[in-house]
Nanobody
Framework: QVQLAESGGGSAQPGGSLRLSCAAS????????MGWYRQSPGSEHDLVAS?????TTEYADSVKGRFTISRDKNTVYLQMASLKPEDTAVYLC?????????????WGQGTQVTVSS
């Protein structure tokens, strides 16, 4: 089993910054990808950013140039800058780890990010 421990988040004013962290522990195979999704009321989980163990990154168009994802082994960080009210959402950490019998996916419980003046 894998556990994901999220931290960070909270409230910020438009134009401000926040940093999210997610530490994964447990049975994690050498091939894995970690990322952040966000969910607003009435919407699905939307990918914010992801990063593979090799450092390949992917970003949603809406956050490119503002958010930076990074990874140190099995801890992933999301540095959020130039925050906008539309970034308000619950942010969820995601881990996909590729084992001999298939892909295993895990989710954190989520952390609230609120951007308002």
């Amino acid at each position: 089993q894998v556990q994901l421990a999220e931290s960070g988040g909270g409230s910020a004013q438009p134009g401000g910054s926040l940093r999210l962290s997610c530490a994964a522990s447990g049975r994690i195979f050498s091939r894995s990808a970690m990322g952040w999704y966000r969910q607003s009321p009435g919407s699905e989980h939307d990918l914010v950013a992801s990063i593979t163990i090799g450092g390949t990154t992917e970003y949603a168009d809406s956050v490119k140039g503002r958010f930076t994802i990074s990874r140190d082994k099995n801890t992933v960080y999301l540095q959020m800058a130039s925050l906008k009210p539309e970034d308000t959402a619950v942010y969820l950490c995601n881990l996909e780890t590729y084992g001999p019998t298939g892909v295993y996916e895990y989710w954190g419980q989520g952390t609230q990010v609120t951007v308002s003046s």
